[in-house]
């Protein structure tokens, strides 16, 4: 066996640009066709799939914005098109009833990604996308929402009669939200002009050289970053002649709740309403980390209200009803808080009423008089736009920006809740293929970390799950539990840290839900617990490490980014990422403890893994890996990495995405069925993987790249899996 380091760089030339060719073109109709028999999903199926706001279904700002006179919704739909290494982004509104068919207002633009704070720097680029509000004019006549353009974010303003949109707003730095002015003559705009300062001061510093300290995470850039407290400041803007102003305080409070001189000490979640009620969450404990929360409510009449029950613990996000009588909030509950619900409060009612309990999710809700806006995805439904009757929880569908995907075969999806060892609850989602009969023993592939909304392919979006299934896998979404037992008490987010790292904990506690959700999987009677696939990106990379070291469950691993170890990781990390390890009690480098770094160290446990590891990882953070590659290669044990390029933490890149979604089927197919895809195009890796496993050339078994014949690849697997 050997191994080899391989360096993709798709030649598509669209990573800052946009290309020629319009990426909307191929997606002008996307309604399902009539007389088009249903197939399996393919991984362009799922790459090219549509959103609205961000592709995961976790806690973000709304990704719609409702006109004044409750008619109209307005959003923007995103659609990557891996052909042309591109986004579609189509400015849409549709009217609210659902009665009628959305229309484009605009589009273009480039791919704005978050901002985000990561340890001491205050600004990187992320590889997801940054959350679009469209924001109605007053008057109800004019849309704004963000555009990205030659690599500068505007507002731009487009006139609900059809007018072409135009630049209304640039400034010297990112603007990072607005809002309109309440006259609707200009837009209250938040940004950090200092942190602009600054980063220009660095281009002006490279004529000197760099001062290597802090501010370089060398795995992300050569270029060090700003660090430091650069606040976000608050300006009026006015249309006209673009004049700009401080923001007065009244005009803060329209696009920063912090500024809310009616915000109590220590408020998480705040909402007014109109006539001056006030809502919101706190602490019961205000001294512990984790403490869960509890609703207060200071009714416009006058009279407080607390909520102290089990459902306000969780509250996700409130808000006043239109009426202002009632309050409502969504709040995760249930088994392992694996459920979503939906509580309507009116000021007659004791407590709240629940009034929707759904395993979907419900993302940036919105009220209007009779129903709560929503985005709302399920584990076999992508994200669509709803409305919620918010007396009975029935629910309509305004908007679905895939419609084709229903004519796709989506396997069966079993939810399996259970306990690990240390007594957590626990959930994982199991997909199956469409059409497998109970006994089929299955190969199976675990995906991480996180199980909610739509099972699209994991967290970072590397493992097409339900293509997987479609190709003959049975897959294991795994939720990963949080908070182990010990952590309970810890009082600030460093005293977590150090908790879960303490006797690795955390780290044994993911460790037995990964193996307790296998057993369950087994024991349905579908999957063949001998050949078990696993992949993880990020938390679960280390998660994936463990598991290769601390069991000898797994056949075949695929990471997507590599690795938690004592050398090469925190080197290319950086000073702040070292201190960040140290502050936690990690033992690093020269001095690096073995018996610490025993139960989670590749480099050191090299010799005891046989294990086939495929790597496919950012030009951002393909350094930290070095070290486990060396170890790998030299002992010639099977390993791959792919880079790609001018790609962060979570890669961006359509077709890059489209790329790791193939290679990764082929990977888990080839270990685990003993299939290959016979493209001419895929024999040199093919001819690689042979030589890894040791086996005569046409040993495994041709299948093409369009569904398989799932009785075949079952009875293909079984033999390779008897040979093993």
């Not at 509104?93 to 605009?106: Q, S, T, W």
């Not at 493992?463 to 810890?490: H, K, M, N, Y």
């Not at 890996?625 to 890149?653: C, S, T």
Request: charged share 25%; glycine share 8%.
């Amino acid at each position: 066996m050997f191994a080899s380091i391989a360096a993709l760089a798709l030649a598509t030339g669209a990573n800052s640009t946009m290309p020629s060719s319009d990426p909307c073109m191929a997606f002008e109709s996307n309604a399902q066709p009539s007389g088009v028999e249903s197939q399996v999903p393919t991984a362009l199926d799922l790459a090219k799939l549509a959103d609205i706001g961000r592709a995961d279904p976790h806690d973000s700002a709304s990704p719609f914005g409702i006109s004044p006179d409750g008619l109209w919704i307005a959003f923007v739909v995103r659609r990557a098109n891996p052909m042309v290494n591109a986004f579609c982004q189509r400015l849409m509104i549709a009217p609210l009833n659902g009665r009628g068919v959305a229309r484009e207002l605009d589009r273009g633009g480039e791919l704005i990604r978050n901002l985000f704070g990561l340890r001491n720097l205050p600004a990187v680029r992320a590889g997801t996308a940054q959350v679009i509000t469209p924001r109605w004019s007053p008057d109800g006549r004019t849309i704004a929402y963000l555009k990205r353009t030659d690599s500068r974010t505007r507002i731009w303003t487009v006139k609900v009669d059809g007018k072409p949109a135009v630049p209304a707003v640039d400034l010297p730095f990112e603007i990072e939200d607005f809002t309109w002015a309440s006259d609707g003559r200009g837009f209250i705009v938040s940004g950090r002009p200092e942190l602009a300062r600054a980063d220009a001061a660095i281009d002006v510093e490279a004529r000197q050289g760099y001062l290597f300290d802090d501010r370089f995470s060398p795995m992300m850039s050569d270029r060090p970053f700003p660090t430091g407290s650069f606040p976000t400041r608050f300006f009026h803007v006015a249309l006209a002649g673009n004049i700009v102003r401080v923001a007065r305080p009244a005009e803060e409070m329209l696009i920063d709740p912090q500024a809310d001189s009616r915000r109590p000490v220590g408020a998480g979640e705040f909402a007014v309403d109109g006539d001056g009620g006030t809502a919101w969450t706190e602490k019961r404990n205000p001294l512990e980390l984790l403490s869960p929360v509890q609703l207060r409510v200071a009714w416009s009449t006058g009279r407080r209200s607390s909520c102290l029950s089990d459902p306000c613990a969780r509250i996700r996000h409130i808000w006043w009803g239109r009426s202002r009588d009632a309050l409502y909030f969504v709040t995760r509950e249930g088994w392992a808080n694996s459920q979503t619900s939906l509580y309507r409060w009116r000021i007659e009612d004791a407590q709240p009423v629940r009034v929707l309990t759904t395993d979907d999710s419900l993302v940036g809700c919105e009220p209007v008089p009779t129903e709560l806006i929503c985005a709302r995805e399920g584990s076999r439904t992508p994200r669509r736009l709803v409305a919620i009757n918010i007396d009975n929880g029935r629910m309509r569908t305004i908007f679905d920006p895939n419609p084709e995907f229903g004519r796709l075969k989506l396997g069966p999806v079993r939810r399996l809740r259970f306990r690990n060892a240390y007594g957590v609850e626990c959930f994982a989602d199991l997909v199956l293929p469409p059409g497998s009969k109970l006994g089929a023993k299955l190969p199976l592939v675990v995906v991480q970390y996180y199980s909610e909304g739509f099972l699209r392919g994991g967290v970072g979006d590397e493992v097409p799950i339900q293509v997987l299934a479609g190709r003959g896998f049975a897959v294991l979404s795994i939720e990963r539990p949080f908070d182990p037992p010990g952590t309970e008490g810890a009082t600030s987010e460093l005293d977590y840290r150090r908790l879960v790292r303490k006797d690795w904990i955390d780290r044994k506690s993911v460790q037995s839900a990964i193996e307790t959700a296998i057993k369950a999987a087994v024991d349905t009677g579908m999957v063949d617990g001998r050949r078990l696939g696993i992949s993880g990106f990020s938390e679960g990379s280390s998660a994936t490490q463990w598991a290769l070291i601390n069991s000898r469950l797994f056949k075949v691993a695929s990471l997507g980014s590599c690795c938690e170890d004592k050398i090469a990781l925190p080197m290319n990390g950086g000073i702040g990422y070292e201190h960040y390890l140290e502050e936690m009690g990690y033992s690093l480098f020269e001095n690096a403890d073995d018996c610490f770094w025993a139960p989670l160290s590749l480099v050191q446990n090299v010799d005891k893994i046989d294990v086939p590891i495929l790597i496919q990882t950012s030009d951002d953070e393909y350094e930290g890996g070095l070290d486990v590659m060396g170890a790998y290669r030299r002992r010639g044990k099977p390993i791959e990495m792919f880079i790609f390029k001018n790609e962060p933490h979570v890669k961006w890149q359509p077709a890059h995405r489209l790329a790791m979604y193939d290679r990764v089927i082929d990977w888990f197919a080839f270990w685990l069925q003993g299939i290959v895809d016979c493209s001419p195009a895929k024999q040199s890796q093919y001819d690689r993987w042979r030589e890894m496993r040791g086996a005569p050339q046409g040993l495994a078994q041709c299948a093409g790249s369009s569904a398989l014949d799932l009785s075949r690849a079952h009875a293909s697997a079984s033999t390779m899996s008897n040979s093993r």
